[in-house]
């Protein structure tokens, strides 16, 4: 767990330093395209590479809810409503809360820890989709 907080640390750091150069939504699209990969090599790898695999996913996970919240609040045209989206934003964390219980139960339904690793793999994928969408836009 120490060893996944400082990945995390790193990779928060290295994000900073790439949103510095690239755009944020880039930026944030090759970090989840990378972070699902990680996650499907979790899934689908059976050896130690598995428990690096599931440990790095940290690295792409630093900068993603920050991320995300600054990014959202920034789409706000309507400048008297960031309080309330802000306020939202973060009640949706509440989410977040559900994905180890559904981690379990496809660990219970399929006998496999290792296959419940997809679970964050399609939550990596959804905020990919969403930066792929906003660069699209932008």
Same mark, same amino acid.
């Given at each position: 767990?120490? =060893?996944?907080?400082?990945?995390? /640390? $790193?990779?928060?750091?290295? !994000?900073? *330093?790439l949103m510095e150069r690239f755009s944020v939504t880039?930026?944030?699209? *090759?970090?989840?395209?990378?972070?699902?990969?990680?996650?499907? +090599?979790? @899934?689908? @790898?059976?050896?130690p590479i598995a428990i690096w695999g599931a440990v $790095?996913?940290? /690295? /792409?996970?630093?900068?993603?809810?920050?991320? =995300?919240? !600054?990014?959202? +609040?920034?789409? &706000? %045209?309507? %400048?008297?409503?960031?309080?309330?989206?802000? $306020? +939202?934003? #973060?009640?949706?964390?509440?989410g977040g809360a559900f994905v180890p219980v559904i981690?379990?139960? #496809?660990?219970?339904?399929?006998?496999?820890?290792?296959?419940?690793? =997809?679970?964050? !793999? &399609?939550?990596? $994928?959804?905020?990919? *989709?969403?930066?792929?969408?906003?660069?699209?836009?932008?």
């Open positions: 767990m120490v =060893i996944s907080y400082f990945i995390w /640390f $790193a990779g928060k750091l290295c !994000a900073n *330093w880039k930026t944030m699209v *090759w970090y989840s395209l990378l972070g699902t990969l990680v996650l499907l +090599l979790t @899934v689908s @790898v059976h050896s $790095a996913t940290s /690295f /792409f996970f630093g900068p993603v809810y920050p991320t =995300i919240y !600054a990014h959202g +609040l920034d789409q &706000i %045209k309507e %400048k008297q409503h960031t309080e309330t989206g802000g $306020a +939202l934003m #973060v009640m949706s964390l509440v981690m379990g139960r #496809v660990s219970d339904l399929s006998g496999s820890m290792q296959l419940s690793f =997809i679970v964050p !793999a &399609i939550g990596f $994928a959804l905020i990919m *989709w969403f930066f792929i969408s906003e660069h699209k836009r932008g």
